[in-house]
């Protein structure tokens, strides 16, 4: 018999409740001493990044559906291994701590600012794992790791040190991207492109030895002082009159060559292009090819160099403006425009990056892009529409990884640099170092026997550590019984704005250290957008906080919103509206289920041998909905099972079949016919509560522990609902069904009583027919709508 649900409505606080018990009962932690050989289901999980608040709405629903993933796998009887961590290296943390604290991490001594980043860190971290808590995620809390806790650290050092005794990491001295308020190097796949209005300025030169001259339009002409050469298109008929001849360059006292170059434009500005070392990613690549000597044009400060004269050591704005007012009064600019101009920004300041050269440590990519094409093949992409985002990015790949930053806060470079010989030593892997402030592990050069150093005082890239996930929760090199079952890893889940970094980056680490693909699938989600479309961002004052809307609506509510807007791999809309829509579902779930908490349950072993033709009729039904709920999670589509399950469950279950068999459900005479019902009934919702279990675990575990007694729909047991096809014959009646109870309700909102003068009730009497085709149904269709028939 089950348990009559008293409780009117479905609240939070219920969920509040459940929550703790699943939090005393650890029911998420995995054998840590498990015996078999099986492999575990071990999901990559993204560690969330704590830098200030808000988090974004999207980054929340993302984590949600990665515990459908989760506990889809175990309805399926795997034993996942689901690990949390914290990203708490990079950039971000040390630009939200100068905010927070009104200080420049340049100015201020490094273990103090240190000191402030972790504690920054820590007051972001506990309210992310909060959110991630109370979302109902089935993950190991009690192991949470931090990326900048010591074994973390020393991990990514011992990676490093591997990599380096194989020969794949070198020192360069190159022009790279450099982000001046970031104070470093970063790497290509850390840009992004933003049109920004700029002005492209005609400036005239005058050829060698003429009066003639040619104007050149530019946006940098605060470079004017490094160009080193014109290029024009070979095919630009203006120009080929002077090809090989040299232009005056105006304002400084040098002479340039005209070059012809495919790479010039005919179409923008005036066609002639100046060179200029180092403007963008384009004049590198001219300066290299052509061979032109360089000149350093702007310093790590963001500030012009000497060689730029009477406008050396001026900001960029203030050099350009400066040398502009010069053009302009002595008659050398033509005019200027106002455009629109594609500038490569760092992600993370949203500043305008410039091209310096510096020296790096670079990590090997370019000589293995063809493997890391054909490699990859072997991943498989939920969508497979994203795979394209990975394979763009290899293709242009040009240049080795910059993997050392300039910065504070992240792990630092294992090095000691020897003072006679400058030889480059290493420690031997093992525990967190820390060059910059601790004497080495070693006492002599391995090249010269010298007994001083100097600690290296660069940190890593980001990416370097986050890049090695796959292979510290898998215990690479530390557990290798538990690293067997677990790589590679089953799932990689991530956004798709971090393909081309995270995923890329993960991929490239592991192949050096493992030789192996780092998982065998990505599922990879898109952004979360206002409810105009557009992209949220805290400078447009879009971004949506997820915490009141989760405390408001409960976390199911939130999971089930997450699951059935988001259709995999594209952007979705967010909005408290829809929420609310969600919210109605899940009320609609609750109060059938309070419904048929007023009958006892039949089983399998107590059911009639004939069942209803009604009953059949609807379990034909569930087996349709059930087939595609399961193949919709076999996908990892959520998309699909949330909306097939709210279909079915409120348009179909609750709104024709249950008011189809209501009257045999409070027929006590009938056995049989009775029996046929509660059986049905019991059966559907069973199997809608374990279709539903991976997206709303909250409402589905009370209903089930309520109705039918034990706790086994927390997905730790081999439950996955059966697709029977026993009654599939019965579905040829589903839209005659639907057509005659929906007349039937329009026809009484359309007939007036006699006696009130009113339309009927739903309850209230009405003469019609039964169609033939109907005639099996034709005793619940009677009792159901109160018909008198003609």
Same mark, same amino acid.
């Given at each position: ?57 999207? @980054? ?12 889809? @796998? ?58 991630? @808590? ?35 990491? =070198? ?51 605060? #470079? ?9 298109? !070979? ?15 105006? #304002?400084?006292?040098?002479? %340039?060559?005209?070059? !012809? ?18 403007? +963008? ?43 502009? +007012?010069? #053009? ?6 033509? $005019? ?77 470079? !294992? ?63 530390? +557990? ?58 805290? *400078?447009?004052?879009? %971004? ?8 408001? =609506? ?20 967010? *909005?408290?509206? $829809?929420?609310?829509? @969600? ?17 006892? %349950? ?13 009953? $059949? ?83 589905? =575990? ?68 039964? !169609?033939?085709? #109907?005639?099996?149904? $034709? ?12």
């Amino acid at each position: 018999m089950s348990s009559k649900i008293t409780e009117k409505t479905w609240s939070s606080e219920i969920e509040k409740k459940i929550l703790q018990d699943w939090k005393i009962s650890n029911i998420y932690d995995y054998d840590t001493i498990d015996q078999s050989n099986e492999k575990y289901f071990v999901i990559d999980t993204p560690p969330p990044y704590p830098s200030g608040r808000p988090w974004h709405i999207g @980054a929340a629903a993302h984590y949600s559906q990665i515990d459908m993933i989760a506990r889809f @796998a175990r309805l399926k009887g795997l034993k996942v291994v689901f690990p949390i961590g914290v990203d708490r290296n990079g950039i971000p943390v040390e630009i939200h701590t100068e905010k927070k604290y009104k200080i420049r991490m340049r100015n201020t001594e490094r273990k103090e600012f240190l000191r402030l980043c972790k504690l920054t860190l820590d007051e972001t971290e506990s309210e992310f794992i909060e959110i991630l @808590a109370s979302l109902g995620l089935s993950a190991n809390f009690n192991q949470k790791y931090q990326t900048d806790s010591s074994e973390f650290r020393a991990f990514t050092q011992a990676t490093f040190i591997e990599m380096w005794n194989k020969g794949f990491v =070198y020192l360069g001295n190159r022009p790279n991207n450099y982000c001046i308020d970031c104070g470093t190097t970063i790497a290509d796949a850390e840009i992004i492109y933003s049109n920004i209005e700029t002005r492209l300025v005609y400036i005239a030169f005058y050829l060698k030895n003429s009066n003639d001259r040619i104007v050149i339009a530019t946006t940098r002409p605060e #470079l004017l002082f490094s160009c080193q050469a014109i290029t024009v298109n !070979p095919e630009d008929e203006r120009y080929k009159e002077i090809h090989g001849k040299f232009l005056k360059i105006p #304002l400084f006292d040098r002479e %340039v060559k005209v070059i !012809p170059h495919h790479s010039a434009d005919k179409d923008f500005g005036s066609g002639a292009v100046m060179i200029c070392s180092y403007g +963008d990613l384009n004049d590198v690549q001219l300066f290299r090819e052509l061979g032109l000597p360089e000149i350093r044009s702007i310093d790590m400060n963001g500030r012009t160099t000497e060689f730029a004269g009477e406008f050396a050591n001026l900001k960029i704005k203030e050099a350009r403006d400066r040398i502009i +007012d010069k #053009l302009t009064n002595q008659g050398l600019v033509e $005019k200027i425009e106002s455009i629109t101009h594609r500038t490569p920004l760092c992600e993370r300041s949203r500043t305008q990056i410039e091209i310096i050269p510096l020296e790096d440590y670079y990590l090997k990519q370019v000589d293995i892009k063809t493997e890391l094409l054909e490699r990859s093949k072997a991943i498989k992409f939920y969508p497979e529409m994203h795979r394209q985002i990975l394979v763009n990015w290899i293709n242009s790949v040009a240049i080795d990884w910059p993997i050392s930053r300039r910065r504070f806060y992240g792990t630092e470079i !294992p090095i000691w640099y020897c003072t006679e010989c400058n030889n480059p030593n290493l420690p031997q892997p093992g525990r967190y170092y820390k060059p910059w402030e601790e004497d080495p592990p070693f006492e002599k050069c391995n090249k010269c026997n010298n007994n001083k150093f100097e600690g290296e005082k660069r940190i890593f890239d980001t990416w370097m550590d986050s890049s090695i996930t796959p292979l510290f929760i898998s215990r690479f090199d530390k +557990d290798k019984k538990f690293f067997e079952k677990a790589y590679p890893a089953s799932i990689r889940p991530q956004g798709k704005d971090i393909v081309r970094t995270w995923l890329y980056y993960t991929i490239l680490r592991c192949l050096y250290l493992t030789d192996q693909i780092p998982w065998y699938s990505a599922w990879i989600m898109g952004y979360g957008v206002d409810e105009k479309g557009e992209k949220m961002s805290k *400078s447009k004052g879009n %971004v949506i906080d997820p915490l009141p809307l989760i405390n408001k =609506y409960g976390a199911d509510v939130f999971r089930f919103w997450s699951a059935s807007e988001t259709n995999l791999g594209y952007d979705f809309r967010c *909005s408290e509206l $829809k929420i609310q829509g @969600a919210q109605k579902f899940l009320s609609k779930l609750w109060n059938i289920g309070r419904f048929i908490s007023n009958f006892e %349950v039949i089983e399998e072993s107590s059911k009639p041998q004939e069942l209803n033709p009604t009953d $059949k009729w609807i379990l034909a039904e569930l087996s349709k909905a059930t087939e595609k709920c399961l193949q919709g999670y076999e996908d990892l589509n959520f998309f699909i099972p949330a909306n097939v399950l709210r279909d079915f469950t409120w348009n179909m279950f609750a709104a024709h079949y249950i008011e189809m068999i209501k009257g045999r459900a409070y027929n006590t005479e009938s056995i049989d016919d009775r029996k046929s019902a509660l059986y049905t009934i019991h059966k559907c919702f069973k199997t809608i509560l374990l279709l539903l279990e991976p997206i709303s675990p909250f409402i589905t =575990y009370e209903l089930w522990s309520k109705i039918y007694g034990n706790k086994e729909v927390i997905s730790s047991q081999k439950k996955i609902p059966i697709v029977e096809k026993e009654y599939e014959s019965f579905g040829s009646s589903t839209q005659s069904i639907v057509k005659f109870n929906s007349d039937i309700w329009n026809k009484k909102k359309e007939t007036l009583s006699e006696i009130t003068n009113k339309p009927l009730s739903l309850k209230d009497p009405i003469k019609t027919k039964i !169609p033939v085709e #109907l005639e099996l149904f $034709k005793d619940d269709l009677i009792v159901m709508h109160n018909i008198i028939l003609e």
